[in-house]
């Protein structure tokens, strides 16, 4: 190939990649405007708990990245906080940021907690009574 040929392809490349249609995420995504977002996030805030309301405002303000992943872990497993600790689903790109997730303190308290061999009193004198 000459160097004229590579001169004629390379704008060809730039004018496809410029003509390819791409969305325009600026001011809140494509095509969203301010009211049609507002109205979801009302709906969508009045069916979850009342207790994470101020979170899921935090997050869909835009001020918070915590509260955004923390929002986003509850609702996806249902608003059940227990369930974010429980989670299996390891392939899920906020898995090691996710909240409530146990740490030593938790597994040290929760071993303590779970049954375990042997009786839960404590066993009779084995001094005969004499």
């Not at 709906?43 to 994470?52: E, F, H, I, T």
């Not at 597994?107 to 009574?129: C, L, M, T, V, Y």
């Amino acid at each position: 190939m000459t160097s004229k040929e590579k001169e004629a392809a390379a704008p060809a490349k730039t004018t496809a990649h410029k003509n390819k249609i791409t969305p325009d995420y600026s001011n809140n995504g494509p095509d969203m405007s301010s009211e049609k977002r507002a109205d979801r996030i009302a709906r969508r805030r009045a069916d979850m708990p009342k207790v994470y309301r101020g979170i899921y405002d935090r997050a869909v303000s835009g001020k918070s990245l915590r509260a955004a992943v923390n929002s986003f872990c509850l609702e996806c497993v249902m608003w059940q906080r227990v369930e974010v600790r429980l989670c299996t689903s390891l392939a899920c790109p906020l898995f090691p940021y996710r909240p409530y997730k146990p740490n030593e303190t938790s597994k040290a308290i929760s071993r303590s907690n779970q049954p375990h061999d042997g009786p839960d009193f404590a066993p009779e004198s084995i001094k005969s009574e004499d």
